[in-house]
């Protein structure tokens, strides 16, 4: 899971080089998506795993066109009527959602110990992005994208309990890239068609989002999602934002002030802890 969230926590990174190279959000997700699969697929075939089929294949696409395309909708949406740090705030407010519904559909027990680590990672979570201004709309459509993820995440779990996490990433973003090129063909349609990559420095960051951000990170999310739980999982998870912080500081000279360092040390502190305590049962 750490390298699932070392992975995801390089994805504003490589989205910002993308964007100032002049690619637009469809440009960097449709082919992210897509050569994310293809490289997903070949491993998967190398290593000689089992294809999913009937109601699981069909859950497994329904998690990549509808769960992966709905959330990033909902998520990009929520950054026109609100400050990309309140927006990134909302996301992370789903391990709180999926502690819920872990709870409620998948058996696992929160007692007072994990409640509290459960808050006091969301202290930390609000010190390392800091609060921001948005709408009502950007609050609602921020908190949408974390539902979403939340439910993606236990369905996930559920989903995956018997499935090769390499073959079930690369049909989940296949149907991620089908559901955003039809998205893509219709701004076409509508004249307002995507800008890809065309120089070196567009490619580069969207490659990085495909190998990096997308078959990298997925798989080892869902590999971490079967050994370790969906609330497990969740939490470990916020590691992301810390990342995508320090990175930010490194690659694009963002200044990481005090208050950060100190969130990002309770949510790392928190992560290790949860790390060691697997999550009670029912």
Do not use: N
């Amino acid at each position: 899971m750490a390298t699932s969230a070392a992975a995801f926590g390089a994805l504003p990174i490589f989205a910002r080089l993308a964007y100032a190279a002049g690619v637009d959000l469809y440009g960097i997700l449709v082919p992210r998506f897509a050569f994310g699969a293809a490289v997903l697929a070949l491993a998967a075939l190398a290593r000689g795993a089992r294809w999913p089929r009937g109601r699981t294949l069909l859950a497994l696409l329904a998690m990549g066109a509808l769960g992966y395309a709905g959330q990033s909708f909902l998520y990009f949406s929520a950054l026109k009527h609100a400050d990309a740090s309140l927006v990134a705030l909302l996301l992370y407010s789903f391990p709180f959602i999926v502690a819920v519904l872990a709870a409620a559909f998948l058996g696992e027990r929160l007692d007072a110990a994990r409640v509290g680590v459960l808050l006091l990672a969301g202290a930390g979570l609000v010190m390392t992005i800091g609060g921001g201004h948005g709408t009502a709309a950007g609050v609602a459509l921020g908190l949408g994208a974390a539902l979403v993820y939340a439910v993606y995440i236990v369905v996930g779990s559920r989903v995956l309990s018997a499935v090769d996490p390499i073959a079930a990433s690369s049909l989940i973003c296949a149907a991620a890239a089908a559901s955003y090129g039809v998205l893509a063909g219709a701004g076409v349609l509508a004249g307002a068609g995507p800008r890809w990559p065309v120089t070196a420095a567009g490619w580069l960051p969207v490659i990085a989002l495909a190998l990096v951000g997308t078959a990298l990170a997925i798989a080892t999310f869902f590999a971490g999602l079967r050994l370790l739980g969906a609330t497990l999982t969740s939490v470990l998870s916020t590691l992301e934002p810390v990342v995508s912080v320090t990175l930010a500081a490194a690659v694009l000279g963002e200044r990481i002030g005090a208050m950060q360092a100190l969130g990002g040390a309770i949510v790392i502190g928190t992560a290790i802890w949860l790390a060691l305590r697997p999550p009670p049962r029912a």
